[in-house]
């Protein structure tokens, strides 16, 4: 996301705050854990902005409630921050689940029509999506919709690539920001859901031979980045 510079406004008109509030929020609730401070630099570098515009704006979201930001540690959702954040996240995920079920985009396709969505869709349009989707936990990519009351599963998942030979993974979430890697993940059955078996690793070539469906693939580490997944319960 490259964001371009704007007047600081807290909120937008029917109290909801500002699109360019609500990517920070959101981008801060991403990298954060509820416990460890998120730099600017690294606010800078997700959202595509200089470090200088951050630390201002932090300031300025800091003032108004939404973060916990000190100087030299970087920045904190506060209880108010991280519903706002997870407002905009529901939407995002309600989004595109509603393209791919409903209108037919493909999972690579809808990250970025979410995002110049996700801060125009209205309440109204949001419980009438929800409810036509019959109220739903996940999107395409894997990841838990937050609940209306801003309630978020948590999972412990981990990369693919972190799991060795005989292991049966049940794949849970696709890290959903880059179009051709989803494309090569639906090509080769790559997709949450999926149950997958290691049948050899080999850490010095960093080659790990895995059994998807009825098909056997090689693949690096870097093929297996942004899948996150977790042993698949026993038959």
């Not at 920045?75 to 509603?98: D, K, M, N, P, Y």
């Not at 109204?124 to 989707?133: G, T, V």
Request: aromatic share 4%.
């Amino acid at each position: 996301m490259v964001m371009t510079a704007e007047p600081f406004s807290e909120t937008a008109p029917g109290d909801r705050p500002s699109p360019a509030v609500e990517d920070y929020l959101k981008t801060i609730h991403g990298l954060e854990d509820g416990v460890r401070r998120v730099s600017p630099q690294a606010i800078a570098a997700r959202l595509g902005v200089t470090p200088p515009s951050v630390t201002g704006m932090l300031k300025r979201l800091g003032d108004a409630g939404f973060i916990d930001y000190r100087s030299g540690e970087g920045a904190l959702l506060t209880a108010s921050g991280r519903l706002e954040a997870r407002r905009v996240i529901r939407r995002h995920r309600l989004i595109e689940l509603f393209l791919t079920r409903a209108l037919g985009l493909d999972w690579s396709e809808v990250d970025a029509e979410a995002e110049a969505l996700e801060h125009s869709l209205s309440p109204r349009l949001e419980r009438a999506i929800a409810q036509y989707l019959g109220e739903p936990i996940e999107d395409p990519h894997g990841h838990p919709i937050p609940t209306a009351s801003g309630d978020l599963v948590q999972r412990s998942l981990r990369s693919l690539a972190t799991f060795t030979t005989g292991q049966r993974v049940l794949i849970r979430e696709a890290r959903d920001d880059s179009p051709e890697r989803l494309r090569r993940w639906q090509d080769l059955g790559l997709m949450p859901g999926q149950i997958i078996t290691f049948l050899s690793c080999q850490p010095l070539d960093d080659l790990h031979e895995i059994n998807v469906g009825n098909r056997v693939l090689t693949m690096g580490s870097e093929g297996l980045h942004g899948l996150l997944g977790e042993l698949a319960p026993e038959n």
